[in-house]
């Protein structure tokens, strides 16, 4: 059975770092056609961030330039480096596994971690 957990949430002022964590069990993530992080503020739907397919990355627009997607295939972990957080940046994170080809912003995913809390205070 496939587990995906988050951590590295936290409270931050605006404008500092935090580096979020997905950790898998059950399963290589790297056997994963697509890990991708999501977000969902209080009252709004849940939001594509970003995504890591292969070699490819693709980040929201909101998030370009600011955060980063990465894979430690050895740790069998992904990450997402956000800099420059913002008040708007605050939300519950989190990440997701699909073994399925499919459009890269999609949020169509089979597996689901159970999220990490991200508040930026401004």
């Known amino acids: 059975q496939v587990q995906l957990v988050e951590s590295g949430g936290g409270l931050v002022q605006a404008g500092a770092s935090l580096r979020l964590s997905c950790a898998a069990s059950?399963?290589?993530?790297?056997?994963?056609?697509?890990v991708g992080w999501f977000r969902q503020a209080p009252g709004k739907e849940r939001e594509f961030v970003s995504v890591i397919s292969g070699g490819i990355t693709v980040y929201a627009d909101s998030v370009k330039g600011r955060f980063t997607i990465s894979r430690d295939n050895a740790k069998n972990m992904v990450f997402l480096q956000m800099n420059s957080l913002k008040s708007e940046d605050t939300a519950v994170y989190y990440c997701?596994?699909?073994?399925?080809?499919?459009?890269?912003?999609?949020?169509?995913?089979?597996?689901w971690g159970q999220g990490t809390q991200v508040t930026v205070s401004s």
């Open positions: 997701a596994a699909d073994q399925t080809l499919r459009a890269l912003t999609t949020s169509e995913y089979a597996y």
């Open positions: 059950g399963r290589t993530l790297s056997s994963f056609v697509r």
